[in-house]
């Protein structure tokens, strides 16, 4: 019997997917029952609604959840009828499956909880940053105001979440290319529906993102377990339905790796700029993104770096030639982005979106999460939650050292994968040493780490394909 692990990450996939969506449901959405029926009652019959009222679920995210699963039996039966003769139509049509699995738990929860929010109002059913702050954020661009330099105290944000913990009020934490992106966007939707849901931009992307992802990882098996742990991410899901920003940094990364794809004969300069570009404005939206920087640029010169980390200082032009010609688009794109808002008013920039996220000052952000600051809580190092405490410190001691060895293994192996593999690894011991470790932010680095395992491999410095280093990750 072959061994079909994509059924396996897939069944364990939708299983979390709608255990936890079900859990969210009851702990956060309490309106979901009277809310759901306003929205349906015109056109679904009363008695049908009546015998589908469940405490877990509202009857339109059951329906939902029950199609998702039997889509997953029909998935089920596909493989195990496939035809070896002609396996092409069976991977076809798993693919059509999971994206309709996809479709059903991700995207129609998400428009679900859209409208809804639509008839309730704009402090439910979304995320306080990601959707309402960063939608209050368009409405200061649009006003010619900063939103670095307002307070957010007399917008929807003042109702959201609990009053003890709104120091977001006076900050907005995150880059301008969300919301400069989002604003035409916002604009088209307005003159056509009358009103705008930011999750409508991040659904966009997100499918762009499935698209590559596809592309991305080009072995059957593979390509179907990267599809469904980035579409179905037990995290990540939730992120995309209540609207926090992740994927949104996380599309324009998969955009940029899709430009500097696998499978090149040869490096193509003009696919590294475009590459280099997207993952540029992947940078001007969350500082999450700035971690993958030292390893995007060893990989762009891959093809010419060599086999030590350090090469020999007679190269040291050569490569520097190298890496401007293939990635000046970086700098130049984060900058031209980031830039204004900074020169405006640098002071406001860097309180809001590095003196709030380090606790610093009276309304800075809180210890908060799932890493090592419950230590500090827990061991009475800080009297309560907002209180400053050098994180920055372990950060260092821990990540300087360990992106030196990390560097040293991508020379060993300068893939794609590899280099994924390596901001994860960097990526997880910092945030668990950090302030915070949001569970958005795990989810994150699920997606890449799903990329990295599944990713074709392609031209190493040796100018041969080199799908026999994805086992060295």
């Known amino acids: 019997m072959k061994k079909p692990f994509d059924v396996l990450i897939l069944f364990a996939l939708v299983i979390a997917r709608v255990r936890i969506d079900t859990l969210a449901d009851v702990a956060a959405l309490p309106q979901?029952?009277?809310?759901?029926?306003?929205?349906?009652?015109?056109?679904?019959?009363?008695?049908?609604?009546?015998?589908?009222?469940?405490p877990e679920s509202d009857p339109v995210s059951m329906m939902l959840i029950v199609t998702a699963f039997g889509l997953l039996a029909l998935y089920l039966v596909a493989d195990i009828l496939s035809n070896e003769q002609r396996p092409q139509n069976t991977h076809r049509l798993k693919l059509i499956l999971l994206y309709g699995i996809i479709a059903l738990l991700v995207f129609g929860k998400t428009i679900l909880l859209i409208n809804l929010r639509h008839i309730q109002g704009p402090v439910s059913y979304s995320h306080d940053g990601g959707v309402i702050q960063t939608e209050?954020?368009?409405d200061y661009f649009l006003q010619g105001l900063n939103p670095y330099a307002e307070d957010y105290v007399d917008t929807p944000m003042a109702e959201w979440g609990f009053s003890e913990y709104r120091t977001a009020l006076y900050h907005y934490p995150y880059l301008p290319w969300t919301f400069v992106f989002s604003t035409p966007f916002y604009l088209l939707s307005r003159?056509?529906?009358?009103?705008?849901?930011?999750r409508m931009v991040y659904l966009l992307l997100f499918a762009l993102t499935l698209i590559l992802v596809q592309k991305l990882a080009r072995h059957p098996q593979e390509q179907l377990i990267a599809i469904a742990v980035v579409g179905l991410n037990p995290i990540a899901g939730v992120s995309m339905i209540f609207g926090e920003n992740d994927?949104?940094?996380?599309?324009?990364?998969?955009?940029?790796?899709?430009?500097?794809?696998?499978g090149r004969t040869k490096p193509d300069t003009r696919c590294y700029l475009l590459g280099s570009a997207a993952f540029g404005l992947a940078c001007a939206s969350k500082p999450t993104a700035w971690f993958l920087a030292p390893f995007w640029l060893l990989y762009l010169l891959r093809d010419q770096w060599g086999d030590s980390l350090i090469p020999p200082v007679a190269t040291w032009r050569a490569h520097l030639s190298a890496v401007l010609r293939r990635a000046w688009t970086l700098?130049?794109?984060?900058?031209?982005?980031?830039?204004?808002?900074?020169?405006?008013?640098?002071?406001?920039?860097y309180d809001d979106v590095w003196r709030w996220s380090s606790g610093q000052g009276s309304t800075g952000y809180q210890i908060w999460g799932w890493g090592a600051s419950n230590y500090v809580l827990g061991l009475g190092w800080v009297a309560d939650r907002f209180e400053y405490w050098p994180f920055i410190i372990p950060g260092f001691i821990i990540t300087v050292p360990l992106l030196w060895f990390l560097l040293r293994q991508q020379v060993r192996s300068n893939t794609m994968s590899m280099m994924l593999y390596a901001y994860v690894v960097l990526l997880l011991p910092f945030f668990y040493v950090s302030r915070f470790l949001q569970p958005n932010y795990l989810g994150y680095m699920l997606g890449f780490l799903a990329l990295a395992m599944t990713v074709d491999e392609e031209f190493n410095s040796s100018g041969r394909d080199d799908n026999e280093n994805k086992n060295k990750i």
Do not use: K
């Open 136 to 138: 209050v954020t368009i």
């Open 331 to 349: 700098p130049v794109v984060s900058l031209l982005t980031i830039g204004p808002w900074f020169v405006w008013n640098p002071d406001a920039m």
């Open 32 to 54: 979901r029952h009277e809310d759901a029926r306003r929205l349906v009652e015109s056109w679904w019959p009363a008695w049908s609604l009546n015998l589908l009222a469940h």
């Open 247 to 262: 994927p949104f940094v996380f599309a324009w990364i998969v955009l940029g790796l899709w430009l500097v794809q696998p």
């Open 191 to 198: 003159a056509l529906i009358g009103w705008f849901d930011q």
